[in-house]
Nanobody, 125 residues
Framework: QVQLVESGGGLVQTGDSLRLSCAASGRIFNVANMGWFRQAPGKEREFVATIRWGGGSTYYADSVKGRFTISLDAAKNTGYLQMNSLKPEDTAVYYC??????????????????WGQGTQVTVSS
């Protein structure tokens, strides 16, 4: 199993920045990607960003491209989501997740097998 613990959420104003962290532990050797998803009230969970665990390759949802940056400190087994120029529509519970080797999708939640507990991000207008 992989255990994921998120931190860094909070209440900010439009245009502010936040950095979310996701500390991973357990069977890390089987992880292929770490991803971030979010879920707003009354909406389905949506993909935000993903990064290859071994390093480098990233992919973003169009809605956050240019504003959010995903990164990974492999030495610390910790992933980050730097969120800049936040908008009210970014308000959601943010979840980190890991996808195993051989996962069929890096952008769909079904491709991820372990999830953190979620952290609330609220952006006021």
């Amino acid at each position: 199993q992989v255990q994921l613990v998120e931190s860094g959420g909070g209440l900010v104003q439009t245009g502010d920045s936040l950095r979310l962290s996701c500390a991973a532990s357990g069977r890390i050797f089987n992880v292929a990607n770490m991803g971030w998803f979010r879920q707003a009230p009354g909406k389905e969970r949506e993909f935000v960003a993903t990064i290859r665990w071994g390093g480098g390759s990233t992919y973003y949802a169009d809605s956050v491209k240019g504003r959010f940056t995903i990164s990974l400190d492999a030495a610390k087994n910790t992933g980050y989501l730097q969120m800049n120029s936040l908008k009210p529509e970014d308000t959601a519970v943010y979840y980190c997740a890991t996808a195993p080797l051989g996962s069929y999708s890096r952008t769909h939640s079904n491709g991820y097998d372990y999830w953190g507990q979620g952290t609330q991000v609220t952006v006021s207008s």
